[in-house]
């Protein structure tokens, strides 16, 4: 686990941006507040981490996952936060989904071009030997002449 308490704090980086988006634009907040925010914020965080925690031993896993942390929400009466969470759940999930079938279908293009690379070299071989033949041939009947 962390040494040390700060160790438990959410990036700075992140607080700033989140703060900043939601803050209108002309408003300066001072390095305090941001301080202040980015512990409450992680207080907040392993708050509801504990409490998705009880979900996940209720279900007898090891894992947590999204119900788990839907209904910490709605137990820390975060009600109208929970349709939000879901579109947004939602919306990862379609991306992902997205994803993986670029994903699939750049693989199954690989795979076609491949096998066409292949199908062109085994017909390369294929007129290599021919080639080969016609010349035996040739050579043959050049031999048959001759004698």
Same mark, same amino acid.
């Given at each position: 686990?962390?040494?040390?308490?700060?160790?438990?704090?959410?990036?700075?980086?992140?607080?700033?941006?989140?703060?900043?988006?939601?803050?209108?634009?002309?408003?300066?907040? /001072?390095?305090?507040?941001?301080?202040?925010? /980015?512990?409450?914020?992680?207080?907040?965080?392993?708050?509801?981490?504990?409490?998705?925690?009880?979900?996940?031993?209720?279900?007898?896993?090891?894992?947590?996952?999204?119900?788990?942390?839907?209904?910490?929400?709605?137990?820390?009466?975060?009600?109208?936060?929970?349709?939000?969470?879901?579109?947004?759940?939602?919306?990862?999930?379609?991306?992902?989904?997205?994803?993986?079938?670029? /994903?699939?279908?750049?693989?199954?293009?690989?795979?076609?071009?491949?096998? /066409?690379?292949?199908?062109?070299?085994?017909?390369?071989?294929?007129?290599?030997?021919?080639?080969?033949?016609?010349?035996?041939?040739?050579?043959?009947?050049?031999?048959?002449?001759?004698?």
């Amino acid at each position: 686990m962390a040494e040390r308490p700060e160790d438990l704090n959410l990036p700075n980086a992140v607080i700033t941006r989140i703060i900043k988006e939601a803050l209108l634009d002309g408003v300066n907040i /001072s390095k305090e507040a941001q301080s202040v925010i /980015s512990c409450a914020a992680s207080f907040f965080m392993l708050y509801a981490r504990s409490c998705a925690n009880n979900f996940e031993m209720k279900g007898k896993r090891k894992t947590l996952n999204d119900s788990d942390v839907l209904s910490t929400m709605e137990e820390m009466e975060f009600q109208r936060f929970v349709t939000p969470l879901k579109e947004a759940l939602e919306a990862y999930r379609r991306e992902q989904k997205g994803k993986k079938e670029a /994903s699939e279908q750049k693989k199954k293009d690989k795979d076609k071009k491949t096998d /066409s690379g292949e199908q062109d070299k085994s017909r390369d071989e294929d007129n290599d030997e021919d080639e080969e033949r016609l010349e035996e041939k040739e050579q043959n009947k050049e031999e048959e002449v001759d004698n």
